[in-house]
């Protein structure tokens, strides 16, 4: 078999094109020190984490939704396991106060109350001889969801918002409604249940992210930019609209800025007018990798950059922000901050780093 020598210049400029392609490093001040403390091993993919009162809650893809709580001897252990549909699990969050845990799959979103201590699902009982059982659960959204967040509005009335990729309702409103029923002919027993009522509000194209302050909402609209809206009962008054430099995936709010996940084009940061006059792009930055999702840590944006694991940024001169350092996390979809813990997401379960400033 006859052997194929490339030339020399060949060589030269396949390692001139292949140096090309490199990406520049990344400056970080190392403003914050970060260690592993352990890794929570879910058994698949964690595709998110939430957590309230000392529960992780942890939406495992095929698996389905998991509940982590800490040990006696200070581990973490799995207390709860449940499997929705046979479709992966995406998402999870919970309202604390009425304990309404909320997930979705790549199907349709479901919800169920929550045990007093947050470590898997209440039972509501009828007062009847034969004890029957009622279901404070059900369904809500569909196929297309994106991204939720959760409010209660009173003591009677919890709110969730839904973000879908339907451009005719791409946000839609969810309202739980404490009910009472009375004993009938049927049951001699009375109980509590959540009755669901839904309304569509339009916000124009695909819509991927969104998050909550007060009245304000903040969406990102994928090529379309970010926008920022005020809650007006169930309608959205517009505040501003900007473009992005890429696709905005994600919003958060940070003091009185939106930052946002624009995939290849890094991070944007947009400044609140005064009085609420306006959103007006600020500043952007790029880390080595695509931004997908933000969290936030005093004045670090944690950042979520799926192959290219974490990476944080200081933001305390919004003007001018700065990468911090990456986190070699695997691949990682989102994080959650609880107190100085950065909870990750990610293909290897959920790991956990414990940050605090330098």
Same mark, same amino acid.
């Given at each position: 078999m006859k052997r194929i020598i490339p030339s020399a210049s060949l060589i030269y400029l396949t390692l001139l094109l292949s140096s090309c392609i490199k990406p520049d490093p990344i400056d970080s001040n190392f403003v914050s020190d970060v260690y592993l403390i352990?890794?929570? =091993?879910? #058994?698949? *993919?964690?595709?998110?984490?939430?957590? =309230?009162?000392?529960s992780v809650f942890v939406a495992a893809s095929q698996i389905g939704n998991q509940i982590w709580r800490e040990s006696a001897d200070g581990s973490m252990e799995k207390t709860f396991e449940h499997k929705f549909? &046979? +479709? $992966?699990?995406?998402?999870?969050?919970? =309202? $604390?106060e009425t304990r309404l845990m909320f997930t979705f799959d790549r199907a349709q979103g479901f919800y169920k109350k929550l045990a007093p201590d947050m470590g898997g699902f209440d039972s509501v009982y009828t007062d009847h001889p034969i004890w029957i059982e009622t279901s404070e659960s059900g369904l809500f959204g569909s196929g297309s969801n994106e991204d939720f967040e959760v409010r209660k509005l009173n003591d009677s009335l919890v709110a969730l918002y839904v973000i879908d990729r339907t451009s005719n309702d791409g946000l839609k409103q969810y309202y739980f409604n404490r009910k009472f029923r009375e004993p009938d002919f049927l049951y001699d027993g009375s109980y509590y249940y959540w009755e669901l009522?839904?309304? &569509?509000?339009?916000? &124009? #194209?695909? +819509?991927? #992210?969104l998050d909550l302050r007060d009245s304000l909402m903040a969406i990102s609209h994928d090529e379309l930019g970010v926008g920022l809206y005020r809650l007006n009962g169930v309608e959205l008054d517009t505040i501003g609209i900007v473009d992005t430099q890429g696709e905005a995936l994600e919003v958060k709010f940070y003091d009185s800025y939106v930052l946002s996940a624009n995939n290849w084009a890094g991070m944007g940061i947009f400044s609140i007018g005064a009085g609420l006059s306006g959103l007006t792009h600020l500043a952007d930055i790029e880390v080595g990798g695509w931004v997908k999702q933000i969290s936030v840590w005093n004045d670090i944006a944690v950042l979520s950059c799926g192959e290219n694991g974490i990476f944080l940024v200081d933001v305390s001169d919004p003007e001018n922000p700065k990468v911090d350092q990456p986190i070699e996390a695997g691949y990682t979809y989102r994080t959650h901050v609880d107190g100085?813990?950065? *909870?990750?997401?990610?293909?290897? &379960?959920?790991?956990? *780093?414990?940050? =605090?400033?330098r």
């Open positions: 352990d890794v929570l =091993e879910t #058994g698949a *993919y964690a595709r998110d984490v939430f957590v =309230e009162e000392g549909s &046979g +479709n $992966p699990a995406l998402r999870m969050i919970v =309202e $604390p009522s839904n309304v &569509g509000t339009s916000t &124009g #194209g695909i +819509n991927l #992210g100085d813990i950065i *909870y990750a997401a990610t293909r290897e &379960g959920v790991k956990r *780093y414990h940050i =605090e400033s």
